[in-house]
């Protein structure tokens, strides 16, 4: 009995025990981000290669022959292997679904396979100029290309410049708390939490003139510039007064 009693007595003591723990004070909270803009310094193009016959293993010699002479054109315009890496392999049959007239509908009708080879292109960009990468687009369509998977402009070392975003999101986290508390009439206190709320960029939207490469024209890009984007969370108290 005892120890039933006990136990009872300190069950009974919890409600009053929970009172007693500190309330969080009153604060004031904000979100804000910081961009900055810088220019890219490399580029990723992806160069494709894809042919179609009626046996398998015809499309992708074909295919093999003409991806051999776009990697050779690519490294004789001074790139080196290392930049140069096969990001995807296809070999896929074709059907004909077509229905024919005045005969039975009897199935897709196999006409012969497709064969495909993708290869991912590191391409450097000096001062913002992105020469060498029009250079490299017109160097593989000629030497027997015909698929440009588009073009991905990057940083190589992005950190510098989303630690500066991130000082301007802070910065301006800060003085919408200030205008907070001045719109509320309430101090602001000291700092209770910070929390970085992630970032990201996003990537220019280069000009491929393609038609000119078509045309025999040198292909021109234009890079444009990054933007890097930063969040940050605060946490102000609220300080009696202003």
């Known amino acids: ?6 136990a009872l007595t300190l069950f009974l003591s919890l409600p009053a025990a929970a009172q007693t723990l500190p309330q969080p004070p009153p604060f ?3 979100e804000a981000t910081g961009e900055v803009r810088a220019a890219p310094d490399r580029a990723v193009v992806r160069f494709g290669v894809q042919h ?3 046996e398998a293993k015809e499309a ?3 295919v093999n022959q003409a991806m051999q002479k776009v990697m050779d054109a690519l490294r004789a315009r001074g790139i080196p292997k290392e930049r140069i890496s096969t ?3 296809e070999l896929f049959p074709v059907y004909d679904h077509r229905e024919r007239p005045n005969q039975e509908y009897q199935g897709p009708i196999l006409v012969g396979f497709r064969a495909a080879n993708v290869v991912r292109v590191e391409l450097p960009i000096e001062q913002g100029k992105a020469d060498k990468v029009g250079e490299a687009i017109d160097a593989a369509i000629g030497a027997g290309a015909n698929t440009v998977e588009g073009i991905q402009f990057e940083i190589a070392d992005p950190q510098p410049h989303y630690l500066r975003a991130l000082r301007i999101a802070a910065e301006n986290a800060r003085e919408k708390t200030q205008a907070l508390a001045s719109a509320l009439g309430v101090g602001m206190g000291r700092l209770l939490e910070v929390r970085e709320g992630g970032g990201g960029y996003e990537p220019p939207r280069p000009y491929l003139a393609m038609d000119r490469a078509m045309k025999a024209e040198a292909t021109s890009v234009s890079p444009g510039e990054l933007i890097i984007r ?3 969370q605060v946490r102000y108290e609220v300080a009696a007064g202003r």
């Open 60 to 62: 992708q010699k074909r």
């Open 230 to 232: 930063a969040a940050v």
């Open 28 to 30: 004031l909270a904000a």
């Open 1 to 6: 009995m005892r120890a039933l009693f006990v």
């Open 87 to 89: 990001e995807r392999l």
């Open 52 to 54: 179609q016959h009626a």
